[in-house]
């Protein structure tokens, strides 16, 4: 799915300016033949109505670049889940549930305490090396996004039995970091100060210092980028959903008590977690 941003805007309009100079340079070297064909354009005229079409449409398009308009663009979770387990840096995906109670509440009767959510957690892992360039571990930093329900946002499309829940890609944050300790600048040897801010000896360092958290964000991003999310696929000879790693099976459904009552029972949640 395109995410229609400012940046998505521009683009567009840069491609259908160069589309409208391509046709503004074939149509020099084309005759009009109006008047010898009568019943049908001929390719001139049909080059000049494609240009007054690009031309109308690229007005419309061009107000709603400076405007900056952002869409969100809701994945399913399944999708999401797969596609970026398959990128790399990523070790590994898992999913909490969110409890609508809390389990160490002895009151509670387990049967009335459902999942209210879901929380995807993903692992990063970056090999790491100092400024001299030798390994000195690994930056392992784990980042969260929230599950939706589906019937929530009114989202409606491939059956709920088979991914009811939805995830905005852009909207996550970093739930803990495990990083290498810092190396501790030293003076050099010919250096006679105490305080670095009175030599250079600081600025000549190269051991490893840990990235601020805005670099782990930008990493994320990245990676989001270059994620092309998977679609729901149906066989309709065997009446099947897939998506992911997670299957809906129209005939079972249809004809096995069992796995109906499983189906309803489990709602569409994620099949990512262990609950």
């Known amino acids: 799915m395109m995410d229609l941003d400012n940046s998505t805007m521009k683009k567009m309009l840069i491609d259908l300016g160069r589309s409208i100079e391509f046709h503004n340079s074939a149509i020099e070297s084309e005759e009009c033949f109006k008047h010898e064909v009568e019943e049908v354009n001929c390719h001139h005229c049909q080059l000049l109505e494609m240009i007054d ?17 952002n869409s969100i663009q809701f994945i399913d979770v399944e999708s999401f889940c797969y596609t970026l387990g398959k990128q790399s840096n990523i070790d590994s995906i898992s999913i909490e549930p969110v409890w609508k109670f809390e389990n160490d509440d002895w009151n509670i009767n387990d049967n009335e305490n459902k ?49 009811n829940w939805v995830v905005n890609p852009n909207e996550f ?5 495990d990083l290498p300790e810092n190396d501790i600048p030293e003076h050099e040897s010919d250096c006679n100060e105490t305080e670095f801010d009175n030599c250079i000896c600081a600025d000549m360092f190269e051991g490893y210092y840990q ?19 998977i679609e729901a696929e149906f066989n309709p000879d065997t009446r099947e959903w897939t998506l992911g790693y997670t299957s809906f099976d129209l005939n079972e459904y249809q004809n096995e008590p069992d796995y109906f009552d499983s189906c309803n029972e489990d709602n569409g949640k994620p099949s990512f977690g262990n609950y």
């Open 211 to 229: 990235p601020d958290d805005d670099f782990f964000y930008e990493e994320m991003n990245h990676i989001l980028e270059f994620c092309d999310w």
């Open 115 to 163: 999942p209210i959510g879901f929380s995807i957690l993903a692992n990063y892992s970056r090999y790491t090396m100092d400024g001299s360039g030798y390994h000195v571990g690994y930056e392992n930093v784990t980042y969260k996004w929230e599950a939706i329900c589906k019937e929530q946002l009114g989202i409606i499309g491939i059956p709920k039995l088979l991914s």
């Open 53 to 69: 079409d690009l031309n109308c449409l690229y007005s419309h398009l061009k107000p709603f670049a400076k405007n900056t308009v």
């Open 173 to 177: 944050e970093i739930e803990s970091k």
